[in-house]
């Protein structure tokens, strides 16, 4: 056997090595999917997070403050919110995933629907500028660090509901800007390039990218709607009135939302090929809204949106055996 050949069998078990590895783990992390949600059911907005499917359900907020929209941090270890904690204003805060050591980030009025970089590093949120006139007030765009500091304005114009893609290049968003109309738009992680991708007559809201970078879902009119990240092939998913907040699973099959269909505030799932529909927190105790979903055995997409971070250790493993 020649040298380069051995080589290349070395190289060709690491991988298979790794790649098992990598299955045994999913397999065993699968169980810990979890979904951060708000509920009223303690007669206060407070935060909870349960298992994929609706069980082990855990308040994780206790007090007397308002604490809504919650979103994981891409490593799990944080969840990201909103609170009016401080001197009744709505500003993003950010805690440890079990509830502790919450940390103010912001200093608006009303900052509010926070979403976290693929990297972390960064948080995107929509600002209120006078809320006391909400109709009229501009509802705009701004990313922080994820330690508060380094704050700025993305979007001038009207811009609201912020959601990264999975390879951190681009933020979509809902703006009425070119009409009365809310429609989705997607620009540059740093507010260049902002372009339009949906034109009709339906308003629009919560746009969510999906983890595999290829959809982006949405609510609109009397449905969750899925299309391609280009806003072509738009596919309707449900056909309830109040369906709304998409987030998706890991793997991209399946959504989770919320919805009203049967009276209440319930958070619901949805088989992206089955059309299948599952309810994971009924209506019954005051249900619960705004679901994020986290799982913790996935693989995060490098800045390129092209590789999965195991294939850069499988690179350096490579070149230690040449």
Known sequence: MSFKAGRFLAVLFIVSVLIQMHMAANGHTAAKTKIVFTSLRDGNREIYVMDRGGRNQKRVTVNRITDVQPTWSPDGKKIAFVSNRNKGYLQIWVMDADGWNPVRLTNGLMDVQPDWSPDGKKIAYTAVLHPKDLDNSPHVIFV?????????????????????????????????????????????????????????????????????????????????????????????????????????????????????????????????????????????????????WFYPGQLPVDRTGNYITIWGRLKKIASSVR
């Open 144 to 292: 922080t660090d994820a330690d508060g500091t380094n704050e700025r304005q993305l979007i001038r114009k009207s811009g609201f509901s912020p959601s990264w893609s999975p390879d951190g290049k681009r933020i979509a968003f809902v703006s009425g800007r070119d009409s009365n109309i809310n429609q989705i738009y997607v620009m540059d992680a740093d507010g260049r390039h902002q372009r339009r991708i949906t034109d009709d007559l339906v308003d629009k809201l919560t746009p969510s990218w999906s983890p595999d970078g290829k959809r982006i879902a949405y609510a609109s009119g009397n449905g969750i709607y899925v299309m391609d990240s280009g806003g072509k092939k738009q596919r309707k998913l449900t056909n309830v009135m109040g369906d709304e907040h998409p987030t998706w699973s890991p793997d991209s099959d399946a959504i989770a939302f919320q919805s009203f269909r049967h009276g209440g505030p319930g958070i619901y799932t949805i088989d992206i090929r089955k059309r299948t529909i599952n309810t994971l927190v009924p209506v019954l105790g005051l249900g619960g809204v705004e679901p994020d």
